[in-house]
């Protein structure tokens, strides 16, 4: 488990759990967290490194998702952007170089 001042992590047998406050992860993906329109929650895809998160939100928007924020550097020193897919669920894309991925896939805290 790893933590800052906003967010928890949990390693999970190469996944990871982040549990982050929902007025700030609205605030990070660019939503209103007022209303019906955010469920408060995303799913993420980390990549391993910026162009990826590029194409994966091209490949998102090209099969249906919306693009809800463009990826652009973050606070916390990665790169990312987020898609609403045709259920309207939001993912994040995100390059975190704290977050390396193994060659099975596996991303592990850094």
Do not use: C
């Amino acid at each position: 488990m790893a933590m800052d001042d906003e967010v928890v992590f949990f390693q999970l047998n190469g996944l990871i759990l982040s549990l982050y406050p929902r007025a700030a992860l609205a605030r990070d993906a660019g939503v209103v967290d007022a209303g019906g329109g955010f469920a408060g929650i995303t799913l993420a895809h980390n990549v391993s490194n910026e162009a990826e998160v590029d194409a994966v939100l091209s490949e998102a928007e090209r099969a249906g998702g919306r693009v809800v924020k463009p990826a652009s550097r973050a606070e916390w020193g990665g790169y990312s952007g987020y898609f609403a897919d045709p259920d309207s669920h939001l993912w994040e894309v995100a390059h975190n170089p704290g977050f390396p991925i193994d060659a099975q896939g596996n991303t592990r805290l850094g």
